[in-house]
Structure formats: structure tokens, C-alpha cells
């Protein structure tokens, strides 16, 4: 990856040089018909994002409002959303929450110059995929979005047969996990998750490899992303989330998924 300087952050609404950066990408590729809704209110970020995008081959429309962006995905439909938070009218954790209620599981990337943990921990909570924080670099950005969007193709064809283990079952075919008979709601990111670490019983994973084998990044992403998955994950799948029976942690080192006895014995 190559050495980045100030100049190719998007940083300030008032940043001429944006669009002298934006105005250097070339136009789409013919090839590519994967469509990214930019969902930005600040026409100057809006623009150099969409640009960026277009350049590697994406359609990038981009819309300021909250309840547009809603009618266009309903009507026309999306590969992955970036959604910023602070939207006039209807915010982006709002839209978040009305497009997974409707069903809709467009994969969401939420780019926000909010940075309080609670707000990413929502926003995640919401169905969102991953999180950048302004000021941010476009060139990783469109990275991340290829990323997740590799990450959803190949979602699709895990293998392997159904685990379970104590009153736990997932379900590789259908994206499915049950808690007794209890059906857990996961998003697409969770379930890749707990899925990649049930089917390596045992073994220690480092924030870093997970980024890397669940989340599809190589030397981007934040490592913080993991331990708010790893939270949400917990709270939905662990009888008592402060003690968890499933993902436990290796202090200094990361986390594992613990087999119980008898999981164990089958897998020797």
C-alpha cells in the first residue's frame, strides 16, 4: 500500500483541494455494473467519493437526504450503501434501522465524524458492515468497499456442514443460527463471525487475522471494529454476556470459540 500524506484525506467541507483530487479520476469502467449509493449530505464529499468510485469501475449516485435515499433503494436498489450520520431530517442511523426493518440487506459502510464509541456500537447494532471515521483517505474507503463486497459474494458460498455445540446451532446453507428454539437475528458480518470462528474450535485469533480473514482487509480497518462485533455478538448468542460461554477472550492475544466437552470429544 502506498505512503499517504494530508493531501488525501477528505477532511474539510472548505478543502479546495478535493476537487482537485476528484477531478483526476477517470471515468467507469464499462465492465462493472455494481452500483455503491453514496448517501452524503456535503456536496464537496459526496462528490470526491462518488468520483473515486466511478474511477474503479462502481456506479456512485449520491443523494443528501435520508427519506430519498429510502425511495431509491426501494425502487432501484443497491450493492452497498455509505451512509453518513449526520443527515439533515433523517439521520443515518434511522435509515439504517427503516432499511433493515423493511428487509432491505444491502451492505451499509457508515462514514460519520462522530467517533464516540456509542455511536458506532448503534450504528453497527443497526446492521451496518463497518464504520470510517472522517477525516478519512477515498483510497481506502473504495478498498473497504471492495472488501465487503467480496466479503458478501463469498458469504454466500460458505461450505461446510451444520455446528453444533450445546443449545447452539449454525447453519452454513441457510446463514442461520438458533439458540435452543430461539432463532438469533445476526447480520451478515456477525454470522461470518461466529461462523469462522466456530468452525476453527479452539484456536486464537488476533484482532488483525480476523480483519483479515472475516472482513477481507489487508494492512486497513480498524481493529476496534472486531471488538464491537465481538460485543454485539456476545450479547446475542451468550446466556450471560459478561461471562461468555461461546467467544471467549485471550488477554494480549484475541479471541477463540470454546467448544463444551462433548463438542469436543466429537471433533477428536
Known amino acids: 500500500m502506498r505512503t499517504r500524506n494530508n493531501s488525501d484525506k477528505v477532511n474539510s467541507p472548505a478543502a479546495d483541494g478535493w476537487r482537485n483530487v476528484a477531478d483526476s479520476a477517470t ?7 455494481e452500483r455503491v449509493l453514496v448517501v452524503e449530505d456535503d456536496p464537496n464529499v459526496g462528490e470526491v467519493v462518488s468520483r473515486y468510485l466511478v474511477r474503479e469501475g462502481f456506479e456512485a449516485p449520491v443523494i443528501r437526504n435520508g427519506l430519498e435515499a429510502l425511495e431509491f433503494l426501494s425502487k432501484d436498489g443497491a450493492d452497498l450503501v455509505i451512509l453518513d450520520l449526520m443527515l439533515p431530517g433523517l439521520d443515518g442511523l434511522e ?5 433493515r426493518a423493511d428487509g ?3 451492505p451499509i459502510i457508515i462514514l460519520t465524524a462522530r467517533q464516540r464509541e456509542s455511536d458506532i456500537v448503534l450504528g453497527l447494532g443497526l446492521g451496518a458492515d463497518d464504520y470510517v471515521a472522517k477525516p478519512f483517505s477515498p483510497v481506502e474507503l473504495v478498498a473497504r468497499v471492495k472488501a465487503v463486497l467480496r466479503r458478501r459474494t463469498a458469504g454466500n458460498d460458505i461450505g461446510g456442514g451444520v455446528i453444533r455445540d450445546g443449545a447452539l446451532t449454525i447453519s452454513p446453507e441457510t446463514r442461520s443460527v438458533t439458540r435452543g428454539d430461539e432463532q438469533v437475528e445476526l447480520t451478515s ?3 461470518d463471525l461466529l461462523h469462522h470462528l466456530a468452525s476453527n474450535p479452539g484456536r486464537v485469533f488476533s484482532r488483525e487475522q480476523l480483519l483479515q480473514d472475516v472482513w477481507d482487509y489487508s494492512h486497513i480497518g480498524d481493529p476496534s471494529t472486531v471488538t464491537v462485533h465481538v460485543r454485539r455478538l456476545r450479547a446475542k448468542i451468550e446466556q450471560d454476556p459478561a461471562r461468555p460461554r461461546y467467544i471467549k477472550t485471550v488477554w ?8 463444551s466437552a462433548s463438542a469436543e470429544a466429537r471433533l477428536k
Open 95 to 99: 435509515i439504517a434501522r427503516r432499511m
Open 252 to 259: 494480549g492475544v484475541g479471541y477463540k470459540f470454546q467448544p
Open 189 to 191: 458480518t456477525e454470522f
Open 27 to 33: 471515468t467507469a469502467s464499462p465492465l462493472r455494473a
Open 104 to 106: 432491505i440487506t444491502t
